[in-house]
């Protein structure tokens, strides 16, 4: 039985060292996946229209703690929206017009474009100078700016792949 191979003549010394660098890093990420049970089923999208997202979990095996995230994002529902839907923030906003607000009911419409926290779900009453943080997140797929496909995930904002939008393909990542 064979140890090891020799290199063909002529094989430059770069090379062979990439090639070994390379095959020790792809056995640690081997290794470090190796402590995670396979990645479940992904969630139903969050959203049924103009983009929103899905999310994918997995369990650490080991007793210990294992290296990288339980959880990754891909986007979804890559469609747009017909014209009734309205907007996704405004439905959000809305959905809390039958809940009493010190007291009083209110008609909320949405705030949009806060560069502090663009996730986060702020309302103003109709008719009134009145905005109230509703909810520190907004759903999953919800746009940060108006003008923008960036979407939150997770209460954050999630820099979008425009070209994955306009050809209607998925996009996954990790957080």
């Not at 090891?4 to 770069?14: D, H, I, N, V």
């Not at 702020?122 to 997140?137: N, S």
Request: charged share 25%.
């Amino acid at each position: 039985m064979e140890c090891c191979r020799r290199a063909a003549p002529g094989t430059p010394l770069l090379f062979l060292a990439f090639l070994l660098l390379s095959s020790r890093a792809a056995r640690s990420e081997e290794d470090r996946d190796s402590l995670w049970d396979a990645w479940g089923p992904w969630s139903e999208c969050s959203r049924t229209c103009g983009g929103g997202a899905s999310y994918s979990l997995r369990r650490c095996l080991s007793s210990k703690s294992c290296e990288g995230r339980n959880i990754r994002y891909r986007t979804c529902s890559n469609v747009d929206c017909p014209p009734e839907a309205g907007d996704f923030r405004a439905q959000q906003c809305s959905a809390h017009n039958d809940v009493k607000h010190h007291g009083q009911f209110y008609e909320w419409l949405p705030v949009s474009n806060d560069p502090d926290n663009p996730c986060s779900l702020k309302c103003q009453a109709k008719g009134t100078t009145l905005i109230v943080e509703l909810a520190p997140k907004v759903l999953d797929g919800t746009r940060c700016y108006t003008e923008s496909l960036d979407m939150c995930i997770s209460g954050l904002c999630q820099v979008s792949a425009d070209f994955f939008f306009h050809l209607s393909r998925r996009l996954s990542f990790t957080i």
